[in-house]
């Protein structure tokens, strides 16, 4: 027979002051040691009790279901008087675009009380959605050098009898093989980085060294374009705790950031600082600069402020992204600070490794809980003077 509905409150009005009915303190206590978000619903539609991921999730405001959709799945889990499980897509709150991807399973548990369960799903999702869009934008990346590749060995075969024309076609096929061979090894880097919270064989490594050799590393492709790298660190310790590789291509891919964003004949300083818990690596150019919303979005993958002068350069649009992630598996952190046609500091900051701890073992180094660091802001300032 199928239930009489009562007559509950209505969606849009203000919460209840009736008050739930009671549970079990054995219902509660059961449902307490489950590890995904619960409801108790009695049969005026109010929550009798809750979990903490509840309100968290905002499905709940004071005794009352707060969204329409997961009143409705309880009443005809109850009218029903059988289980179902489905997934709801939910508003978080009163922000435009914040949504919440459930999976609810609802149950009667007895003749006043249905159990809610809830799976919060929201960040599988966008885990699965970053996943599928980097799959994508590698698939795309890669068609461009592989397509001129392709072309271009087309054209040597065509020209097989012109000496010019096959030396032509050969050096831009050496270039599109490096542009290649680039892109590829920078997908490894990142997806290692991804795949990491932390560096497993820290030690201590001197970041001041690390950002010497990278300057060293990119002091030829400056120096084609007239642009003046130097370096400048103070009185130190810069020691870190991390992975010396890593820490250097990020180095290498600030100031090469740098290089390719700059104009002919300018200069770039990259600074090394210790200060507080934290060693800092500065790197200011007098180069195009970055609009707000450009900053915004310059540390996603494959994101090019102008892809004409990525494809000019052979830029991949993952140096930054690469920055973003050694950073984060460092314990750190990366600034930014640019005008449009002024130019640009990004600022990159390690934790800190002093003496005590670089006398440790690396094993024990490596375990040691690192917390980000807060960026100095003032330094920019004062690096711009110097340029």
């Given at each position: 027979m199928?239930e009489?509905?009562p007559?509950?409150?209505?969606?849009a009005?203000?919460?209840?002051?009736?008050?739930?009915?009671?549970?079990?303190?054995?219902?509660?206590?059961?449902?307490?040691?489950?590890?995904s978000g619960?409801?108790?619903?009695?049969?005026?539609?109010?929550?009798a009790a809750?979990?903490?991921?509840?309100?968290?999730?905002?499905?709940?405001?004071?005794?009352?279901?707060?969204?329409?959709a997961?009143?409705d799945v309880?009443?005809?889990?109850?009218?029903?008087?059988?289980?179902?499980?489905?997934?709801?897509?939910?508003?978080?709150?009163?922000?435009e675009?914040?949504?919440?991807?459930l999976?609810?399973r609802?149950?009667?548990?007895?003749?006043?009380i249905v159990v809610v369960?809830?799976?919060?799903?929201?960040?599988?999702?966008?885990?699965e959605?970053t996943?599928?869009?980097?799959v994508?934008?590698?698939?795309?990346?890669?068609?461009?050098?592989?397509?001129?590749?392709?072309l271009?060995?087309?054209a040597?075969?065509?020209?097989?009898?012109?000496?010019e024309?096959?030396?032509?076609?050969?050096?831009?096929?050496?270039?599109?093989?490096?542009r290649?061979?680039?892109?590829v090894?920078e997908?490894?880097?990142?997806?290692?980085?991804?795949?990491?919270?932390?560096?497993?064989?820290?030690?201590p490594?001197?970041?001041?060294?690390?950002?010497?050799?990278?300057?060293?590393e990119?002091r030829?492709?400056?120096e084609?374009?007239?642009?003046s790298l130097s370096?400048?660190?103070?009185e130190?310790?810069?020691?870190?705790?991390?992975?010396?590789?890593?820490l250097?291509?990020?180095?290498?891919?600030?100031?090469?950031?740098?290089?390719?964003?700059?104009?002919?004949e300018?200069?770039?300083?990259v600074?090394?600082?210790?200060?507080?818990?934290?060693?800092?690596?500065?790197?200011?150019?007098?180069?195009?600069?970055?609009s707000?919303?450009?900053?915004?979005?310059?540390?996603?993958?494959?994101?090019?402020?102008?892809?004409?002068?990525?494809?000019?350069?052979?830029?991949?649009g993952?140096?930054?992204?690469?920055?973003?992630?050694v950073?984060?598996?460092?314990?750190?952190?990366?600034?930014?600070?640019?005008?449009?046609?002024v130019?640009?500091?990004?600022?990159?900051?390690?934790?800190?490794?002093?003496g005590?701890?670089?006398?440790?073992?690396?094993s024990?180094?490596?375990?040691t809980p690192?917390?980000p660091v807060?960026?100095?802001?003032?330094?920019?300032?004062?690096t711009?003077d110097k340029?």
């Amino acid at each position: 027979m199928r239930e009489r509905m009562p007559s509950a409150t209505p969606a849009a009005t203000p919460t209840s002051t009736a008050q739930p009915a009671a549970v079990s303190g054995e219902a509660e206590a059961l449902l307490r040691t489950l590890r995904s978000g619960w409801m108790l619903v009695d049969r005026s539609d109010r929550v009798a009790a809750h979990s903490d991921d509840v309100d968290a999730l905002g499905l709940v405001r004071d005794v009352d279901l707060r969204h329409d959709a997961v009143r409705d799945v309880v009443r005809r889990s109850r009218r029903e008087n059988r289980v179902i499980e489905t997934d709801l897509n939910l508003a978080r709150g009163p922000i435009e675009g914040a949504e919440l991807d459930l999976r609810v399973r609802v149950a009667p548990l007895n003749a006043d009380i249905v159990v809610v369960l809830v799976e919060d799903r929201t960040q599988a999702r966008r885990i699965e959605e970053t996943r599928r869009d980097f799959v994508v934008n590698v698939s795309h990346e890669l068609k461009t050098p592989v397509g001129g590749l392709r072309l271009l060995s087309e054209a040597v075969e065509d020209a097989a009898d012109d000496s010019e024309a096959v030396a032509r076609f050969a050096a831009r096929m050496k270039t599109e093989t490096v542009r290649l061979s680039n892109l590829v090894q920078e997908i490894v880097d990142l997806s290692r980085l991804q795949g990491a919270d932390t560096i497993a064989t820290a030690k201590p490594v001197d970041l001041a060294e690390c950002a010497h050799r990278a300057v060293e590393e990119t002091r030829l492709l400056a120096e084609g374009r007239g642009i003046s790298l130097s370096v400048r660190t103070d009185e130190g310790p810069h020691l870190v705790l991390g992975d010396e590789s890593l820490l250097t291509t990020a180095c290498r891919n600030l100031v090469n950031n740098a290089v390719n964003y700059s104009g002919d004949e300018t200069r770039i300083v990259v600074a090394v600082s210790s200060e507080d818990d934290a060693v800092a690596v500065q790197v200011t150019d007098q180069g195009v600069g970055l609009s707000a919303a450009e900053i915004e979005r310059i540390f996603e993958r494959f994101y090019r402020v102008d892809p004409a002068r990525s494809r000019q350069t052979g830029g991949t649009g993952l140096g930054l992204a690469i920055v973003k992630h050694v950073c984060a598996n460092h314990g750190g952190q990366i600034r930014v600070w640019s005008e449009p046609g002024v130019g640009s500091t990004f600022e990159m900051q390690i934790p800190a490794c002093n003496g005590e701890r670089a006398g440790r073992e690396t094993s024990e180094l490596a375990d040691t809980p690192r917390e980000p660091v807060s960026a100095a802001a003032g330094r920019t300032a004062e690096t711009k003077d110097k340029l």
